[in-house]
Nanobody, 129 residues
Framework: QVQLVESGGGLVQAGGSLRLSCAASGRTFSINFMGWFRQAPGKEREFVAALSWGGRFTNYADSVQGRFTISRDNAKNTAYLQMNNLKPDDTAVYYC??????????????????????WGQGTLVTVSS
């Protein structure tokens, strides 16, 4: 099994930046893709970004393209989400997730209808206007 722990959330003003971290442990060799999701109050969980654990592939939701950057440090078994030019609409609990399957399992994941190998506990990001 893979265990994931997020960190880095907090309160930031609109236009500011935050970097989230997702530390993986356990059977990390089984990870093919890592992703970030978010769930705003009263809304379904939605896909934010994904990357390949061993390559250069990245994918972003349209709402964050150009503002967020997903990256990884394999030596630390950690994925990151750099968030710039934050907006109040970015306020949400952010989750990281991992899959040993294809990236489509991440990009098609909506709400609770997902078949992923691991989820983190979530970290709250609040953007004030």
């Amino acid at each position: 099994q893979v265990q994931l722990v997020e960190s880095g959330g907090g309160l930031v003003q609109a236009g500011g930046s935050l970097r989230l971290s997702c530390a993986a442990s356990g059977r990390t060799f089984s990870i093919n893709f890592m992703g970030w999701f978010r769930q705003a109050p009263g809304k379904e969980r939605e896909f934010v970004a994904a990357l390949s654990w061993g390559g250069r592939f990245t994918n972003y939701a349209d709402s964050v393209q150009g503002r967020f950057t997903i990256s990884r440090d394999n030596a630390k078994n950690t994925a990151y989400l750099q968030m710039n030019n934050l907006k109040p609409d970015d306020t949400a609990v952010y989750y990281c997730a991992a899959t040993s399957g294809p990236v489509s399992l991440l990009t098609s994941c909506t709400g609770d209808r997902c078949a992923l190998d691991a989820w983190g506990q979530g970290t709250l990001v609040t953007v004030s206007s």
